[in-house]
């Protein structure tokens, strides 16, 4: 089983591998784009990659069945941004006339605001969910020229003025402020904040919303280092004549003015350029190399999330008003970078952040040798211990057997405590006796109503007679119970009609006034003769049954007999409150009450439980029955 999920999840990850290599429309050109994935970037891009990848492994493990297409839009520069309006209209023409998708996957801010720019009124009613997107966006320029200088207006896509179709997802909220109050903080002289951003549209789009947010600031300056005019090396220059008292906030820098990508070593050519200078991220550029730190969105791979959402949209009815998700901001420090320049985070005390590269603690490097070490001193301590209350108990045992005297006062001591036992015992009983005191005393009392005929006034005087037997004999067998453990009792066994005693056990309580509750038999059998201690039988049913009716309130409670090879099967089942699992295996025990507050001395079931080990019989609670309690004895089929 485990070799077939390693080759199916196998096939499946080439599929992908497959699908995104190649245009998805020539794979599935033929069938419904029942969920149609558009992609900012090509299929080699890593981030965007992972999250598809990750969104069809989820949603093939929810069950997804609905057909997924991809189509890439292979979006790289700014400058190339006037063409990202006709890529997404030219992947949308090829499915929304004839094979409309019943959802649209987003990934990348490209393919958010291209879809965004549609006036195509087919959308109207297509959900929508967006992934790797922020919520400050720009609206695409017309044309490249004017891409390189456009300074455009940072939009809220949460602020209602934005065309939003059913969509939901996960937004990126960069906050402006938040880093501004923390340079402050820890730079209280800092007159000039530097921008760094490059030639994406992430890029661009966060330099407007810097743009727009530093004007509430008038006693900072913006310097906008805008990567749409910059190479690495001319960047390089304008970091070395920044002028004092600037701190350097990094937006976005992997694309720039010639459309050249730069690995994570370009934060290091950029750091050499000035030393110095204190350098946050918005996101988390720069992060973990140059960048002290900032308070940036808990970036993660998404895709399974998305996938859960995509199964919950379809599941939904048309209507279904869906809420985009805003991924949490945190604080975040590089513990190193902190530490060279000694730069010192109590001002920040009562705020909420983490480092990373931090190194790890002593106890954390060795806490696994160390718990070792504990472990072994406890359990030598635990040794000594043991070892020293053997020694002493059998000191003491010797002394007790030199000391006759100490002997003898223990004994009379043991028989006093036996005494004081037998006592409590016999004093704890009154409960057992009432069901049949109750039965006398509530056909006692229709009896004294009058108006009935001689036949029922005799039926009422049987189920009396019955019942002041039954107490008698109960009172006799409560007495001679108390001697089980310490005496043979002898049982005397009889033949008996075990179906027409339960009837009639429960003809009696089913009479009585006292119990709100409906007592009823079942049973597969109309008669089986057997040989029973019908006395001890009686007082266990009995006492089982008063047990229900107590800790049942306006229920059922019902009596169950079968048979098997060797035993006699009795159940006494209720819809009452219930045992708790963890009291099932000591109701038995002597003076066990399960409520406090409930009449009884908690003997009776442990009563019944010395009396059937006494004729060779189990009894337990059913721990399978959840509709109240149910305890099952046995009896032996005696032969």
Same mark, same amino acid.
């Given at each position: ?72 839009? %292979? ?11 006709? &890529? ?47 919520? &400050? ?11 390189? %200088? =456009? ?69 900072? @300056? ?148 160390? =718990? ?61 006796? @009432? ?13 004294? #109503? ?66 709100? %509750? ?59 409150? #219930? ?61």
């Amino acid at each position: 089983m485990a070799k077939f999920s390693i080759n199916k999840q196998y096939l499946l990850s080439l599929a992908l591998v497959f699908l995104l290599v190649h245009p998805a429309s020539a794979v599935f050109a033929a069938a419904r784009p029942n969920i149609l994935i558009i992609n900012s970037y090509n299929a080699d891009a890593q981030g965007t990659s992972n999250n598809i990848s990750e969104f069809m492994d989820e949603y093939r493990r929810l069950g997804g069945t609905e057909n997924v297409v991809i189509e890439n839009m %292979n979006c790289q520069s700014f400058q190339e941004s006037p063409k990202w309006k006709g &890529r997404m209209q030219a992947i949308l023409d090829k499915y929304i006339h004839s094979l409309r998708p019943r959802l649209i996957v987003l990934v990348g801010q490209e393919a958010f605001i291209s879809y965004q720019s549609q006036e195509n009124p087919l959308l109207k009613d297509i959900p929508v969910i967006c992934g790797m997107v922020s919520r &400050r966006i720009i609206d695409l320029p017309v044309d490249s020229a004017r891409a390189a %200088n =456009w300074q455009p207006r940072s939009i809220d896509v949460s602020d209602g003025n934005v065309r939003d179709p059913n969509r939901g997802g996960y937004l990126y909220n960069y906050d402006e402020d938040a880093n501004i109050s923390l340079i402050k903080k820890l730079y209280p002289q800092t007159k000039n904040i530097a921008f760094l951003s490059d030639n994406s549209y992430g890029g661009v789009a966060l330099q407007a919303f810097v743009r727009q947010e530093m004007t509430k600031y008038e006693d900072l @300056r913006l310097i906008q280092l805008d990567g749409r005019h910059h190479t690495l090396y001319t960047i390089v220059d304008e970091l070395r004549s920044l002028p004092p008292h600037t701190v350097l906030l990094i937006g976005a820098w992997k694309i720039d003015a010639k459309g050249e990508f730069f690995m994570r070593n370009a934060s290091y050519v950029m750091m050499d350029a000035n030393p110095e200078l204190p350098v946050f991220t918005l996101s988390n550029a720069g992060f973990g190399s140059w960048a002290l730190g900032g308070v940036m969105p808990t970036y993660f791979i998404f895709g399974r999330s998305l996938a859960r959402e995509a199964v919950e949209v379809l599941e939904k009815p048309k209507n279904y008003d869906m809420k985009a998700n805003f991924v949490e901001n945190q604080m975040m420090f590089d513990y190193i970078r902190i530490n060279d320049r000694k730069l010192s985070l109590d001002v920040l005390k009562g705020s909420d952040y983490s480092y990373i590269n931090k190194p790890l603690t002593l106890y954390e490097q060795y806490k696994y040798p160390l =718990w070792a070490f504990v472990t072994f001193l406890l359990l030598l301590v635990i040794g000594f211990i043991v070892s020293l209350w053997f020694f002493l108990r059998t000191k003491k045992l010797k002394d007790s057997l030199e000391v006759s005297e100490q002997e003898l006062r223990v004994a009379k001591e043991a028989a006093e405590e036996a005494s004081r036992l037998k006592s409590s015992f016999l004093a704890n009983i009154s409960h057992e006796i @009432r069901t049949p005191l109750n039965a006398i005393v509530g056909f006692s009392e229709v009896l004294l #109503g009058g108006g009935y005929t001689p036949e029922e006034q005799k039926q009422y005087m049987s189920i009396i007679q019955r019942n002041s037997d039954l107490l008698l004999k109960l009172i006799n067998d409560i007495i001679e119970v108390s001697t089980l453990e310490s005496e043979n009792v002898e049982f005397k066994y009889q033949e008996c009609d075990v179906v027409e005693f339960c009837n009639q056990l429960l003809l009696s309580l089913n009479f009585a006034d006292s119990s709100e %509750n409906h007592f009823r038999f079942a049973s597969s059998l109309e008669s089986y003769v057997a040989k029973v201690e019908v006395q001890y039988l009686q007082q266990v049913i009995l006492n089982l049954l008063s047990n229900a009716d107590k800790f049942t309130k306006q229920g059922t409670i019902t009596l169950e007999v079968s048979v098997n090879e060797s035993f006699i099967d009795f159940a006494v089942a209720d819809t009452g409150c #219930g045992i708790p699992q963890e009291k099932q295996q000591v109701v038995f025990e002597r003076f066990i009450k399960l409520n406090d507050f409930a009449q009884g001395t908690g003997l009776g079931l442990s009563i019944c439980k010395l009396i059937i080990q006494k004729w060779g019989g189990e009894i337990w609670v059913d721990p399978a029955y959840s509709k109240g309690a149910r305890f099952v004895f046995t009896h032996p089929i005696v032969k």
